[in-house]
């Protein structure tokens, strides 16, 4: 099992990051793929991933959050410094649109503009998109649907009345532990084919006081559940859908 979506760059792991993967491996994940959302966190994510090598994996980009800290030359430098780095990376993400906070059109439209510049990085370097849009929805499916995307995964995709979109584009849904208690999320659980969901925790948030990796197999658990499948299925279904999308033939699956 591959839990495709966590921040193990993040401080809540300083203490303990080694013990946390031996539990990791103990408990039977095949490999975790990391994110870095943000550039302060970038030579840290890549000391981790060379610690763990093999282990864990590293996607990258400019959270959409974090925008306005940068100006146009700095994000450019980074973006270029992801692209001379496209050989350590196994996807490009988390990228896309948050409107949440976000309400003056003109730093939507520079979102926008990051948001297609990232798309056609990951074009270029040939990389799956890992996508994050909050109250923003329908216009980043609009995007990546107008610059062609293919390899996408819409993380903690919650937007049901969407979710038929993402069918018909071939995308792939990362589901966590929300589905506990988010109706809309089970539903998109429910109706997205099991063949197109990855497993995430977003650890180390979402969970009762620190979430990490380990809690995918209950986030199997609840699809097994809401889909009225036996877990094994699901447990072994969503590790090669993993393997798929980031194209990890190194590990084996389940």
Known sequence: MIDCHCHLEQPE???????????????????????CAHPRDWEKSLEICQRY???VFL???LHPEFIEEFSSQQIS?????????????????ETGL?????????QRERQEGLFRETIRLAKRLGKPLVIH??????????????????????????????????????????????LERSKKHRKVARDIPL????????SPWLGQGRNDPRSIRRVAELI????????????????????EFFDLQQISSP
């Open 133 to 178: 849009a909050r109250d923003a929805v329908e216009p980043a499916i609009r995007i990546l649907e107008e610059e062609g995307a293919k390899r996408v995964c819409m993380h903690m995709f919650g937007a049901n009345q969407l979710t038929s979109r993402v069918i018909e584009n071939g995308w792939w849904v990362s589901l966590n532990l929300i």
């Open 195 to 202: 063949e197109r969901i990855l497993l995430e925790t977003d």
């Open 224 to 243: 097994a559940e809401i889909k009225k499948l036996e877990f094994q299925e699901v447990w072994q279904a969503c590790g090669r859908n993993a393997v």
């Open 53 to 55: 090598q093999g282990f």
């Open 98 to 106: 948050d409107f949440y906070w976000v309400k003056d059109e003109k």
């Open 13 to 35: 792991f300083d203490q303990d990051r080694d013990e946390v993967i031996r539990l990791c491996r103990e408990a039977g994940i095949k490999a975790i793929v990391t994110c």
């Open 77 to 93: 430098g980074f973006l270029k410094k992801l692209e001379e780095n496209a050989g350590k990376l196994v996807g490009i993400g």
């Open 59 to 61: 996607t990258a980009a």
